[in-house]
Each structure stands twice: as structure tokens, then as C-alpha cells.
């Protein structure tokens, strides 16, 4: 989706609110989750490739380990319509 789709509010430091052009739902999100659409909106990328970012930027973090949740979270993000598998 294109990055204007989504308007951004910071509440606090891990604490987001979405507001989803399209739709017109409000979401509220973490810092994780605020952080990985926004890594996507830049540049799209499939969850090893995500993964792999997550590993190198996160050292010592195993990449298998983070591909379930990292999964799961683009799972979450596609089901609220944030997010477009391509």
C-alpha cells in the first residue's frame, strides 16, 4: 500500500495510533508492530527477509526463533487491512 495510506500518531515512546485511510479505522499499536509497517510501507518484503533485518539489527537474535512471531504479526497486520500480501 502506499505510505500515505496510513496517518501516524506517537502517544508515547512504544505506544502508536494508526489511522487507516481506506477504511476509516482507527488502530492502536505497539512499537513493534507500528515499526514493521512502516519498514514495509518503505520497502516491501517477505517475513524471512524481515526476519533477516530483525537478526542483523537485533545481534544475537536468532532469526528462526523471530520468523513464527514475525509471521504471525504480518498475519495480524494483512487481517486489519494494513498491511497487502503481494
Request: aromatic share 6%; charged share 20%.
Amino acid at each position: 500500500m502506499p505510505p500515505e495510506t496510513i496517518v501516524w500518531t506517537q502517544w508515547d515512546d512504544d505506544q502508536f495510533i494508526a489511522y487507516h485511510r481506506p477504511s476509516g479505522i482507527t488502530h492502536f499499536l505497539n512499537a513493534a508492530s507500528a515499526s514493521l509497517i512502516t519498514e514495509l510501507l518503505n520497502e516491501p518484503a517477505d517475513a524471512p527477509t524481515v526476519a533477516r533485518a530483525f537478526e542483523l539489527a537485533n545481534r544475537g537474535a536468532d532469526r528462526q526463533e523471530h520468523l513464527v512471531e514475525i509471521v504471525a504479526m504480518l498475519e495480524h497486520l494483512e487481517h486489519l487491512g494494513l498491511i497487502e500480501r503481494a
